[in-house]
């Protein structure tokens, strides 16, 4: 089995305050912390597993500046045996259309038997990189995927439904799947592992590298272009109760009491 | 006159919510526009269906086939892909839902129709057609204006909007039409529906819950708020981290992957507010958010809210209530 896993560097921003930046495009990111997009954590320990029971080989693959490194080293160290970093300053602004495309660009030209990717990325959340894929290059996929049973030529894979709900699909392989949270437990990289990766060559392509031109990537390759970012309008007035904990403890209990609660 | 399609979303023999949600949407933008609304209604005896659209768009286009009956997106694919070239709509709305994720990229790109996926908003600005989504799980909005085209195709995040009956039924035309399926799809193949599996503790009929999210850090600390749950006469449930982490089991997880609940009293601890779990829980008739960050989206769902530590919170709360029941007692 030769497995590619198409991963993201993104920063962590549930527990960080956001910024906007001065273009009104984008947010600060100094002060972020980035690592492997939480999906793409998920498709690269599921294709590691893949590996350690059939065979092959797996190829992280990312798009994006050069701190991407850093997630590529995770791969690495988590059982990854290749990476490749495509990177070039014409790429920015590429929604994920446009890097649906570059990743097209470099992986048409490999073998495999299976792509993962994550459902989404936790930046942008646009759930389109992986489905895009599939069709430049020609392949079945699915989505939302909880489940791999590999079987011969196909693949038999649950997808994630609302309502805890799932379905079983049989896929043709070759084929792309895209990773949902919590279809396995990432392992945790030892020390070791690490250090071992950092000897790791990670390959580096260019826009001229990969065939394409410089219209197909950026703004001009892209469908979406950001016009503004701005904070959401708040949907509800919270009350924001205020003290120390106990007295904010004293508030809420009498608000419960008040309503009957307790 | 140009047309806007809605794909109606159904499953098992019922017509989904976001179905309803996209209509309402959908008239709002034909009326401004002066286009056709008409729904896209595929599958296999829904007949029925199409009468229910009939009363929310001007028309109905029903595709019936045994092909079409569990959803497969290569076969939705194979369809609408040509429909649309044949009738070239300015507009493709689709649900941002388990269905509309698997169809809509693929089918876009395609077409080569510029998509933007995940939307809570969208409209024509003259010339330009703009989208607003969140990005940045819920902390950022972005307005984003499509590459231009003769064809848009948006997903609409589910519960963006609230669905609404037009004033009078719109006794939209039922057109039925050929499936345009020639050779049989064989890539991808729907198996069955797995249920999930029976639970031990049904959220969805406790009064009280207590909500908890990645904020609780580690399993250990799981303990002490199960005690708060406890003592406030209610059950833990989670965000979906919790379950993924193995902390607690599935059937304890809010939101459209999960359960929805409508407590008498939701308390958040330690979740962000991602729509995924809002939808879950915004309906709670009292919602006390505890998140250590001021901006966090879960602020603009709830009722109350505590910019602190839940670990400071948590224990004071229960010494709180425990001398509440201390005083009852004596
Ligand atoms: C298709 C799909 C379906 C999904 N379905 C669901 C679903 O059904 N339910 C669901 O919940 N999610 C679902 N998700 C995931 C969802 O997008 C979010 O990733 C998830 O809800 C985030 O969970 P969280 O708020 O617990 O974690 P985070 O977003 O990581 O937030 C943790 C929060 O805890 C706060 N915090 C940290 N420490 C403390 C402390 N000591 N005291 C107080 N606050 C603290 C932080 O400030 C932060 O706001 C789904 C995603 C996808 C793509």
């Known amino acids: 089995m030769d497995i590619i896993v198409c991963v993201k560097h993104v920063p962590e921003t549930a527990e960080a305050e956001l910024k906007i930046d001065a273009t009104g495009k984008g947010i600060e990111k100094t002060g972020l912390v980035f690592d492997i997009n939480e999906w793409d954590d998920y498709a690269l320990e599921e294709a590691v597993r893949i590996k350690e029971k059939f065979g092959g080989t797996v190829t992280a693959i990312t798009v994006g500046p050069e701190d991407s490194d850093n997630t590529l080293r995770k791969c690495l160290a988590r059982g990854a045996d290749k990476a490749i970093r495509v990177t070039d300053s014409k790429f920015a602004g590429s929604d994920a259309y446009a890097t649906a495309k570059i990743l097209y660009s470099v992986i048409r030209n490999m073998h495999f038997d299976l792509i993962l990717t994550g459902a989404q990325a936790g930046d942008d959340g646009s759930a389109v990189v992986g489905p895009v894929l599939a069709e430049f290059l020609g392949v079945p996929h699915a989505t939302m995927v909880k489940k791999i049973v590999l079987d011969g030529d196909k693949a038999i894979v649950n997808r994630e439904l609302e309502g805890g709900f799932e379905e079983r699909l049989e896929v043709k392989l070759p084929a792309l799947f895209t990773v949902q949270t919590g279809i396995n437990e990432p392992r945790y990289v030892s020390i070791m592992g690490i250090r071992k990766a950092m000897q790791k060559e990670i390959k580096v392509m260019r826009l001229a590298d990969i065939g394409l031109s410089e219209n197909d990537v950026g703004e001009t390759g892209s469908w979406l272009v950001i016009e503004k970012l701005y904070l959401p309008p708040v949907e509800k007035q919270t009350e924001f109760l205020k003290g120390s904990p106990d007295e904010i403890a004293a508030k809420v209990i009498e608000i419960l009491k008040s309503r009957g609660l307790i | ?330």
């Open chain 2, 1 to 330: 006159m140009a047309e806007i399609f809605v794909l109606a979303e159904h499953r098992q023999g019922a017509l989904r919510d976001i179905t309803f949600e996209m209509l309402t949407k959908a008239r709002e933008i034909a009326e401004k526009t002066n286009a056709n609304l008409t729904a896209v209604l595929l599958g296999k005896n829904v007949k029925e269906h199409a009468k229910t659209l009939a009363e929310y768009a001007k028309n109905v286009l029903l595709i019936e086939d045994s092909r079409l009956e569990n959803f497969n997106s290569d076969v939705y694919h194979k369809v609408l892909s040509h429909l649309i070239r044949q009738r070239k709509p300015v507009l493709t709305i689709i649900g941002h839902t388990s269905y509309g994720v698997e169809l809509a990229p693929r089918l876009a790109a395609a077409l080569n129709i510029p998509l933007a996926t995940d939307c809570i908003d969208f409209d024509f600005e003259g010339e330009r057609f703009t989208v607003t989504r969140q990005i940045y799980g819920g902390k950022v909005n972005a307005k984003v204006v499509l590459r231009k085209s003769e064809s848009y195709m948006v997903t609409l995040r589910q519960a963006a909007f609230q669905a609404k009956k037009p004033p009078m039924p719109l006794n939209g035309q039922i057109e039925e039409i050929q499936p345009p399926l020639i050779e049989e799809v064989t890539a991808k193949r729907f198996l069955e529906y797995v249920p999930p599996p029976p639970g031990g503790v049904d959220i969805t009929a406790a009064s009280v819950l207590v909500g908890i999210g990645r904020g609780v850090k580690d399993q250990s600390n799981i303990p002490i708020v199960e005690e708060l749950a406890k003592s406030l006469g209610g059950v833990l449930a989670c965000s979906r981290p919790v379950v993924d982490k193995g902390w607690l089991p599935n059937d304890r997880q809010v939101g459209t992957s999960g359960k929805i609940v409508k407590p008498k009293l939701y308390i958040a601890l330690g979740i962000s507010g991602a729509f995924q779990h809002v939808l879950g829980m915004k309906n709670s008739d009292l919602i006390i958010a505890v998140n250590k960050d001021p901006k966090a989206p879960i602020f603009s769902f709830s009722d109350y809210g505590i910019v602190e530590d839940l670990f400071k919170i948590v224990p004071a709360l229960k010494n709180k209530i425990n001398e509440l029941k201390a005083q009852k007692v004596t």
